[in-house]
């Protein structure tokens, strides 16, 4: 049979010149998505809701499409992986059909679709080894300055995008602040290991590719600078296995040297660089990565949380190692442990097992069939191949693929779009000189002037987010300030200096402008990258100092709630609840501060408006609220459990169960048990006291007056009676 051929020769000028602007606007569009990804969270588009790499790779599918056209060549360019691609892809079509989560299963094998598309587009795009040195270049640069932000976020003079301390303290830790205690840092993603695996990736692939050419003295030290700042990156996120990974690829690189006779200096050098790296972070960071490895066999949270994972997926697998489970559902094995509070909302950390839980063995034999396919043809490039470029290229792309394997055995990347870019890129130039295009040399111009366009479109979207999340970073650390402040005195019962604490974090968190809108700010939880910058301060650490009732509630509710307890603290009920009101405002469904509400009108003697609010802070809870006060409901609930089994239960049990039910909106059970006690111990005014309110409630004034004497009867000194009797007094007499 006849080679199949992927491009033919446009039969005019015209075509002939579509086809050129076709694929310069695809290879723009390749540089702008390896120069934007390791900008992770900086790089949304503003208003579209949507990143420049998913932007760039539909439109570099659109271009690929349309040079099919117009090429009028139908057939798909031969890479060598047709066979495992698509024994993948069927494994995983079948899966679906059984699937414990169907819906998942077929977003998750549309995603896989799209990159087997993303992977074609590329190879069409990619046709000379030039064209892949340059975005392996821009991807390195672009993971440098990155790199260098991160350094930069770790000595305190710019604000990471997520931190995280790595032992256990009793104190808040800025960033920076790497004397006080070691901080997991990643300047512009809000996961870890999407931080630092974009950075080893352009380890790796500029190791070998640039690190085994010859160059001159300035141009290796650039380089060698270049990896520097990409293990350094590595390092402040304290990632032991991308740290591990490097170090193994660094030994290879320096056997290579030796083997080719190259001279020693360059090692050297890169010695050198790595020391002075290390001197520069401090002893802390290289203590807390010893620390963060050997904590591996101890009692981390998060190992912990990856242990229990592996064991819940291991016993789920004899009932689903042969057909899985399928495409994405990992996650719902794992919702079904007995104990899902370990795991701490970890997903499965092994990309191998988790194939193997949702697709079974033959998709694991059809994943791992698909990475030693292309890790074979990498293999016979590196060895094989006749010029040196070509060479340097197939060993770079099988330290790729390494690094790749090694860190998706013990971390949950799977949805990654470079994936696709990268095997393309690697594939390109080899599969258009096995089907012998005439155009493989004609686009191989112009890779400088497509590095820096991509770049002025990609900086022209992640300058302005980035520069304002530095801006907006200040005003966070300050809200955050404030309202650690605040709990600080809370703690003391400095009430009136916690209420000006927390009235400068509400003057901190709302929006302002003057008259001319020229000052004009957003509210703090309108800015951008608010999540970001809060988790980097430790608004979370703060949130639970204040005990607020909830794990993560709105900001400006949380403000007015902290406020009103501070001002209902101090006895100024009334001007509590308007301010709880204030954070019901902003968050509707918070339990706590219906609750604190409730506690409020019910101590102004306002009970059928603090019943409401029981019974609202009740609802919210059985609608799925979480926090504290759903953890205190279900204790309340346990000690009613517990009076009720006693035989009989006495009358001061009955008063504290019905307590109980009151402060949980069931107004109805504790007024039976108030009857109960009222006939079955006459002498409780306690319960006497509780059925005038509710003939209160009721609107029946002279009744309540009557359980109200009876109560007074029963105890003279009874305080609520005597109060209540007096204002319902008074109210008579006002209308009379």
Not at 129 to 146: D, F, K, Y
Not at 461 to 488: K, S
Not at 495 to 524: H, K, L
């Amino acid at each position: 049979m006849s080679e199949v051929v992927a491009d033919r020769i446009p039969e005019d000028a015209l075509s002939e010149k579509a086809v050129a602007f076709l694929d310069r606007i695809g290879a723009i569009l390749l540089h702008v998505i390896v120069i934007a990804a390791p900008w992770e969270i900086f790089q949304r588009i503003p208003m579209a809701g949507v990143t420049l790499v998913k932007l760039a790779g539909a439109m570099l599918i659109a271009v690929a499409a349309a040079r099919v056209v117009v090429t009028r060549s139908w057939a798909i360019p031969r890479t060598g992986l047709e066979f495992p691609i698509a024994a993948f892809a069927v494994i995983c079509a079948l899966c679906t059909w059984h699937s414990l989560d169907r819906g998942a299963s077929w977003e998750q094998l549309r995603i896989y679709l799209t990159y087997a598309a993303l992977f074609y587009a590329a190879v069409l795009t990619v046709r000379d080894i030039r064209t892949v040195e340059s975005l392996i270049l821009a991807l390195t640069l672009s993971s440098a300055v990155v790199s260098a932000v991160a350094l930069l976020c770790s000595a305190g003079l710019l604000t990471p995008s997520l931190s995280y301390v790595t032992e256990h303290v009793s104190r808040r830790v800025l960033p920076g602040a790497r004397h006080e205690a070691p901080l997991r840092i990643v300047a512009t993603s809000d996961d870890f290991n999407q931080g630092v695996f974009i950075p080893l990736m352009a380890f790796a692939l500029s190791l070998f590719t640039f690190g085994w050419r010859r160059m001159g003295v300035l141009r290796r030290i650039g380089l060698y600078a270049l990896l520097a700042l990409l293990l350094g990156a590595m390092l402040v996120a304290v990632s032991r296995s991308s740290v591990a990974i490097a170090i193994c690829l660094l030994v290879v690189y320096v056997t290579g040297h030796f083997r080719s006779r190259l001279r020693l200096w360059p090692v050297i050098a890169a010695i050198v660089l790595v020391a002075a790296l290390g001197g520069a972070l401090g002893h802390r960071y290289l203590t807390a990565f010893v620390t963060r490895t050997s904590s591996i066999s101890s009692h981390d949270p998060s190992v912990e949380g990856r242990r229990y994972g592996y064991s819940v997926a291991w016993h789920a697998l004899p009932q689903y190692w042969l057909a899985g489970a399928g495409l994405n559902t990992s996650d719902v094995i794992l919702s079904r442990a007995e104990h899902p509070e370990i795991l701490r909302g970890q997903t499965l950390h092994s990309v191998p097992f988790k194939i193997l839980l949702e697709t079974g063995v033959f998709g694991l034999a059809a994943y791992l069939g698909l990475i030693a396919a292309f890790a074979a043809i990498l293999w016979r490039r590196a060895i094989c191949a006749s010029s040196g470029a070509e060479q340097r290229l197939g060993a770079a792309f099988l330290a790729w693929l390494f690094a790749c394997f090694l860190v998706t055995c013990v971390q949950p990347l799977t949805v990654v779009s470079m994936f696709p870019v990268m095997v393309g890129l690697a594939l390109g130039p080899l599969a258009h000189a096995r089907a012998g295009s005439a155009l493989c040399d004609a686009v191989s111009r112009g890779p400088r002037t497509d590095a820096w366009l991509a770049t002025l479109a990609v900086g022209v979207i992640v300058a302005p987010n980035a520069i304002q999340y530095q801006m907006d970073a200040p005003r966070v650390a300050q809200f955050v300030d404030y309202l650690e402040e605040g709990a600080g005195h809370e703690r003391r019962a400095e009430w009136s200096a916690a209420e000006e604490a927390y009235r400068s974090a509400a003057t901190v968190a709302e929006p302002q402008s003057d008259g001319n809108q020229s000052t004009w700010r957003r509210s703090i939880d309108a800015a951008p990258y608010f999540a970001n910058a809060a988790t980097a301060f430790g608004l979370d650490y703060v949130y639970r100092r204040m005990a607020l009732g909830q794990t993560e509630p709105q900001p400006r509710a949380a403000c007015e709630f902290a406020l009103g307890r501070a001002i209902m603290a101090q006895g100024r009920l009334a001007e509590a609840v308007e301010h709880l009101d204030g954070a019901l405002n902003y968050a509707p469904e918070y339990a706590y501060a219906w609750f604190t509400k409730g506690e409020c009108l019910w101590a102004l003697g306002e009970f059928k408006s603090a019943v409401d609010a029981y019974a609202k802070a009740a609802a919210v809870k059985s609608a799925g609220g979480k926090g504290a006060y759903a953890a205190r409901l279900n204790a309340m609930a346990l000690r009613i459990e517990e009076i009720g089994q006693q035989n009989p239960p006495s009358p001061e049990a009955l008063l504290e169960a019905a307590r109980l039910w009151r402060i949980q909106g069931a107004w109805d059970k504790a007024l039976a048990l108030y009857q109960t006690v009222a006939a079955s111990s006459p002498s409780e005014a306690d319960a006497r006291f509780h059925l005038g309110v509710d003939a209160e409630i009721r609107g029946r004034a002279d009744q309540a007056i009557a359980e109200y004497e009876t109560a007074l009867r029963l105890l003279p000194n009874h305080y609520e009676s005597a109060l209540r009797l007096q204002r319902l007094r008074s109210s008579q007499a006002k209308h009379e």
